[in-house]
């Protein structure tokens, strides 16, 4: 009998370290997020049931240490497994929950610019590690979306960071960053560690001026606002940040001019994988719940999958994770091996190629959770069976990071050549 673990994986791409680690967090999601998935969503504002979760998840059982190098007391994930370890956890979680996966994955997201080979920034390293390889509970908020101008940050293309308005002033030993964000994951009074993108020049197009930033979240300066108070991913706490001139050392420049926006595209090209295997955790917990249903509902004398009508339907689900798990995981293949596909995971090239994906993910999810919701009628709409809260946790998967506008321009200047837009 046919289950999730039948959809499209390439099991010769899959490490044993990448399986074992697959069932550990279904296991542990089952047990300890699933039975309280309800209540998380009611937990949005305080986060007095989420935070210890993630203790346990990131610091219990090591993913806030996963890609720190060895000598920090980190894990040290083997290079050529980071996106496929990454996408695991993003898929086994987001069964569950997908909000619950972005607070997760989005605790070292930021940091990805100075945590994977062969670019690694050893002194800041060294300088976090006890913070991420101890015990005790720290998270990051990568800061990049701002009020005035949105996607814009991420829109590099063609506006090359002009829009940005937070900003970062050389002042001595030190770099002043002043600026607004909005909707960060991980803001508000869960991060400890904000990464901040900010321009050393406002309005200009050199991208040598695009800046990642550590800032500490308790440094003089920083203020959060309230909890944004959405449908959906409730684990997932955005707020507004204000920096008032906060004063951090020169060595919090992640990488410096011209490699910072360089490892910054490729943050945004695991984000957007990330993404497609959020989207596929979703539509196996759709399938199994909908396979259950349509065995054991029974109309006119038989089970309703035994309805012709109904084919159509599930055939829809199981095509759009067949298909969606197909792309992703070719496209994990091409980040952890760009010796084989000869593109880098921070190259344009392979950013705007793996818009395609976002925006394939974004739709199948959002149909799969529609169409299980049309055929289970109100039980679909009940809280009772889960399908409601991914209908409505799986609408975010498609408006980050630029959402479907920036993501279908920037797919087409690859795959058409598009120069002007």
């Known amino acids: 009998m046919p289950t999730i673990d039948d959809f499209i994986r390439p099991k010769e791409w899959v490490s044993e370290e990448a399986e074992a680690m697959r069932f550990a967090i279904r296991k542990w999601a089952d047990e300890r997020l699933k039975p309280i998935t309800e209540q998380i969503d009611e937990d949005w504002k305080e986060h007095k049931l989420v935070d210890p979760l993630l203790k346990e998840l990131l610091v219990d059982m090591g993913l806030n240490s996963a890609f720190f190098p060895e000598e ?202 990330g993404a497609a295997a959020m989207a596929v955790g979703v539509m196996k917990s759709v399938y199994e719940t909908i396979k259950t249903w349509t065995t054991e509902r029974i109309v006119a004398g038989k089970p309703l999958k035994e309805h012709s009508i109904c084919a159509d339907m599930l055939s829809e689900i199981a095509i759009n994770i067949e298909s969606t798990s197909a792309w992703m995981w070719q496209y994990i293949r091409e980040w952890d091996h760009p010796e084989i596909y000869g593109m880098q995971p921070w190259d344009d090239d392979f950013v705007h190629k793996s818009r395609g994906l976002a925006i394939h993910a974004g739709i199948a999810v959002e149909k799969t959770c529609s169409r299980a919701m049309d055929f289970m009628s109100s039980y679909g709409y009940s809280r009772e069976f889960g399908i409601e809260k991914h209908w409505r946790d799986s609408k975010m998967v498609g408006l980050w990071m630029g959402g479907y506008g920036l993501k279908t321009v920037e797919n087409a200047r690859y795959w058409f050549e598009s120069e002007t837009i």
């Open 72 to 273: 920090f007391g980190g894990q040290d994930m083997p290079e050529d497994q980071y996106m496929a370890m990454s996408a695991v956890v993003c898929e086994e979680l987001s069964r569950v929950d997908s909000g619950f996966a972005t607070a997760a994955m989005c605790s070292t997201w930021g940091l990805v610019p100075i945590l994977m080979k062969p670019h690694r920034n050893l002194e800041l390293l060294e300088e976090l590690a006890p913070k991420f390889c101890g015990e005790e509970f720290n998270i990051t908020c990568h800061a990049i979306t701002e009020p005035a101008s949105g996607a814009d940050v991420e829109n590099l293309g063609i506006l090359k960071g002009k829009t940005i308005k937070t900003t970062a002033t050389e002042d001595g030993d030190d770099w002043i960053i002043k600026g607004h964000k909005i909707w960060c994951t991980n803001s508000g009074k869960t991060g400890t560690y904000f990464i901040v993108i900010a321009s050393t020049c406002t309005g200009s197009e050199d991208l040598n001026e695009f800046g990642l930033f550590l800032v500490p979240a308790d440094s003089e300066g920083v203020s959060v606002g309230e909890p944004y108070h959405k449908c959906g991913m409730s684990a997932d706490m955005n707020t507004d940040i204000w920096f008032d001139n906060v004063r951090i050392p020169k060595r919090y420049r992640l990488h410096g001019a011209g490699d910072d926006v360089k490892y910054f595209k490729r943050t945004v090209s695991m984000g957007q994988i």
